[in-house]
């Protein structure tokens, strides 16, 4: 199945630099996490005034981009490093799903005419987020694949960010 994860071992190997820069500055696994999140919601935020500020809209893929990094570091780390543990496990897949909450909800905001759509999104990436993780409890290996995982949908919001940014240009 086309997906952006197909591409996760090549940005991986872009980020190897930041990864060793990231642990000699001491940097654990869970702070990538809990970073990812805080910029999760300040994604949120900004996207929440973009239609009066429409420049705000380019917070989508530039943000998006930087939390797939962050998502993908954090990873990174903890196998690398030996820092993967349960709790840090369960804080990685909780900060996903309520990052994705985060950021999806302002769109609730300026698509208010699509808000079925919005929350069928938004409940979809939920069930996708919970079946990846089912996949670890039945067969013990997270599973990403399938239509519309985490990067996909921020592919999908980053292009929809800049859609709206020029549209409104």
């Known amino acids: ?95 996903d799903v309520v990052s994705d909450l985060f950021v999806f909800f302002p769109l609730l905001r300026f698509e208010w005419n699509n808000v079925y759509l919005i929350v069928l999104f938004i409940s979809l990436s939920t069930v996708n987020e919970f079946a990846g993780i089912m996949g670890k409890v039945i067969s013990g290996e997270r599973r990403y694949e399938g239509p519309m995982g985490k990067s996909d949908r921020a592919f999908a919001l980053g292009v929809y960010g800049i859609c709206c940014f020029f549209v409104l240009l």
């Open 1 to 95: 199945m086309i997906s952006i994860y197909n591409i996760k071992p090549r940005f991986q190997r872009l980020l190897t630099p930041v990864l060793t820069a990231l642990h000699k500055a001491g940097v654990t696994a869970n702070q990538i996490t809990l970073s990812s999140l805080a910029l999760s919601f300040c994604i949120g935020f900004t996207c929440w005034f973009g239609p009066e500020h429409h420049l705000l809209f380019l917070a989508l893929p530039i943000g998006l981009f930087i939390r797939m990094a962050l998502n993908a570091l954090d990873g990174m780390m903890a196998r690398t490093y030996n820092q993967q543990s349960k709790s840090g496990e369960l804080l990685n897949e909780l900060g």
